[in-house]
Each structure stands twice: as C-alpha cells, then as structure tokens.
C-alpha cells in the first residue's frame, strides 16, 4: 500500500474539516498542525452565523447546502457539547440611502429562491413581532429567517472527535515555520526547526494562509479586516427571542445571547475596503477606541436595554476577504500546496470545503464544486490537476 503524508496547517474548524474528510482514506496519513490549542483562534474568534440567507447565488448556495447536511448529521449524534440557536436576522436602515440600498439588494435577487422579505419601516410593527428593539429611527428591514449560530468550537470538535476516530492525528502547540518545496512541488515542512516529509500540504490556517501560501511562491488573492467583538452584559436582558441584527450604513451587528449577554460587532465592508495584509499575530486583543464607541452606540439605539452595559469579553479577530465574496479551495499552481480561504464565512463553508480538498487530494476529482471555488478563477492564477497514482 503507498501511504500519502499529507500535513494540515491548520486545527481550527476549517482544517478539521479538512482532516475529518481526508481520514476516510485508509492510504492516507493525516497529521494537524495547530501552535496553540485546537479551534482557539480564528473559529474562537468567529459569529459563528450559520444558514441559507436566502438570496445567494446558486452556486454558493450550494456550497452552503453542503455544510447544513453535515451540520445537521453532527447535531443529531453529537459528539461534543454543541448547540444551535435559530436567530432570524433583520438588516436595517436607518437613512433613506440606506433604505434604497436595501430595497435594490433584494429587487435584483428576486428570481432567486428563498425567504427574504423587504419591510418598510413604518411596516415594521405590524408585520413582526420584535420585542428589545427599538424601530422608532428604523426607514427599512430585510428580514432573513432562516439564520441562526453554533458554538464554533464545539463545532469544531465535533469534526475532531470523528477525524481521531478515523486514524488523524493532530499536534497542538507546534509551530510549522516554513513549507519546503523542489521545482514546484511540496516536499515538507519545517516544525519547530525540524523539516519533516509530506507529499502535499493543505494551508488551513486562516489569516496566516496568505503566509504559508507565500512560503511557497503564491499570493493569494486574499485581503483582512479586523473582526472586533464586544460582549456586553446587560443588568436585565429581554426574556424573550430576539433578532439578529445588523445596521447597515455602520457595519455594526449584533444578537442576544442564550446566557442573555449580547455579542456585538463590526463588518466593515467587502474587499475593496479591506487591508491589503494584517498581521493577526500584531493585532491587539482589546477592540480600538473608535471601534467600541461604534459598536457600543449603534447597539444602545436599537436595544435600548443594553444602555451602560458592562463589557464582559471582547477580542479582535482577522477576518480574509476574497474580490468576488467567494471561498477558495484546493488545487494551486505549485503542486502539492492546497489552499483555503474564505469571505469572513468559514464556519458555514468549512465542510463544503473539507469534501473538496479531500477529493482532489485523494482522488483526483475536482467535484461538483469546483468552478465556485477554484483559485484559477481569478485573473493570474492556475491550478495544477494531480492525480495520485495507488
């Protein structure tokens, strides 16, 4: 039997997934290479928002479907302490511009299928029912109900628990410092100063992809936003079920939490408006100034109850954007090196993302999925099809 080495750099939820799938293959050997605790990074850092928007596209829809199959398989056998929360989001307007914007985002996805509405404000009242939020300023409201969040990283164990059962090991608190390659193609890499054989290397990483990918000549066309979370802790939460929410013209959302905190951020916008690269390893773990005083008023003028609430928690995570919002996955121009990346959707993506790379890293099989998340989409860049020989 010629057993396949295969290094995952990566023990959050994506490389997990990863591991999980690739572990079906007996003649593969899985190694996970994660530096600090599994899922302790960027999934820790994650909303974790899961669910059919409603309106994607039908290739990404389908992406998606991939994940809510597996999600739904995991949660009825579950093999870690997970939990689901159903929280419908509600985007908002609160000018006229932000209004119009609304109201055009849904009229040109109106052949595609799925459950959003568009509610003028005055509406608001009367046609749903949202108890803790104040929609007195509110012009207009997409409403999406089908959108809920998962604990990331018991999610993330999930797909552990299950890749062990099936032969993966993972090595948590190991640095991998470089990726070695001969004339283009993978050869190892380099683990705490030592250089260890592997016939392919899967960049699961998160932010730190863009560096593993240029350990080994290729620049994603990847770009990172900072991801500030605050958590604050009302005196008196509503006793009820309340909407996710997101405030479009500041980028802040927010959603109450099953312990009654409520979890706040900031989407900034896509692309186009990012940093070209972020270093997560200088970001600070305190949210920035400016960036508190954002979240903090927006939440306060729509959830009134949280007024003067104490933060209990806050991080800074680094969220990767592609130029279409799509994700990455799988083959690129060095043969060998598979690559990930996400549009801040990785939670949602990470199963659809696992099959892929597994099936051609095992079997050659580009899949079904392939044209929606190919890297060779995007001018400048190829793939290299490789087929193991058994």
């Keep these: 039997m010629n057993t396949r080495r295969v290094a995952v750099i990566g023990g959050g939820i994506v490389g997990s997934s990863v591991a999980y799938h690739l572990g079906d293959d007996p003649e593969i050997d899985v190694t996970v290479f994660e530096r600090g605790e599994l899922a302790g990074e960027t999934t820790a850092a994650?909303?974790?928002?899961?669910?059919?928007?409603?309106?994607?596209?039908p290739a990404y829809r389908r992406l998606k479907e991939y994940g809510v199959r597996l999600y739904n398989e995991f949660l009825s056998a579950p093999r870690a302490n997970s939990s689901y929360t159903l929280a419908p989001r509600l985007g908002i307007a609160s000018t006229p511009e932000g209004a119009a914007k609304l109201r055009a985002a849904v009229a040109s996805r109106?052949?595609?299928?799925g459950n959003v509405e568009y509610v003028p404000g005055e509406r608001l009242?009367?046609?749903l029912l949202h108890p803790g939020l104040d929609t007195a300023n509110v012009e207009a409201a997409v409403y999406r109900p089908n959108?809920?969040?998962?604990?990331?990283t018991e999610l993330a164990a999930e797909?552990?628990?299950?890749a062990r059962d099936r032969g993966v090991t993972f090595e948590t608190g190991t640095t991998v410092e470089d990726v070695t390659t001969d004339d283009r193609s993978v050869t190892g890499i380099v683990v705490d100063g030592d250089l260890r054989p592997f016939d392919a290397v899967v960049a699961a990483a998160g932010p730190w992809n863009t560096h593993l990918a240029e350990s080994v000549g290729l620049a994603?066309?990847?770009r990172h936003t900072l991801g500030p979370i605050l958590v604050f802790e009302p005196d008196e939460p509503v006793p009820y079920d309340t909407f996710s929410v997101k405030h479009v013209e500041s980028g802040v959302y927010f959603r109450q939490q099953p312990d009654g905190t409520v979890f706040a951020g900031h989407y900034p916008g896509g692309y186009d408006d990012a940093g070209r690269a972020i270093d997560p390893d200088?970001?600070?773990q305190t949210v920035p100034t400016d960036l508190r005083t954002k979240i903090r008023d927006v939440v306060e003028a729509y959830f009134p109850w949280v007024e003067g609430a104490p933060v209990a928690d806050e991080w800074v995570g680094v969220r990767s954007l592609t130029?279409?919002?799509g994700a990455i996955a799988g083959w690129t121009s060095v043969d060998g090196f598979y690559a990930t990346g996400f549009n801040a959707a990785g939670i949602q993506l990470a199963p659809v993302i696992g099959y892929v790379v597994a099936e051609q890293l095992v079997r050659g099989n580009p899949t079904e999925y392939y044209d929606a998340v190919r890297l060779s989409r995007f001018d400048g860049y190829t793939d290299v099809f490789r087929t193991w020989e058994k």
């Design 46 to 57: 994650s909303g974790a928002f899961v669910g059919l928007w409603g309106d994607e596209p």
């Design 110 to 113: 109106a052949s595609v299928r």
């Design 125 to 127: 009242g009367a046609e």
């Design 147 to 152: 959108l809920g969040f998962l604990d990331a």
């Design 159 to 162: 797909f552990v628990h299950r």
């Design 220 to 222: 994603l066309p990847i």
């Design 282 to 284: 200088d970001v600070s």
């Design 323 to 325: 130029p279409d919002a």
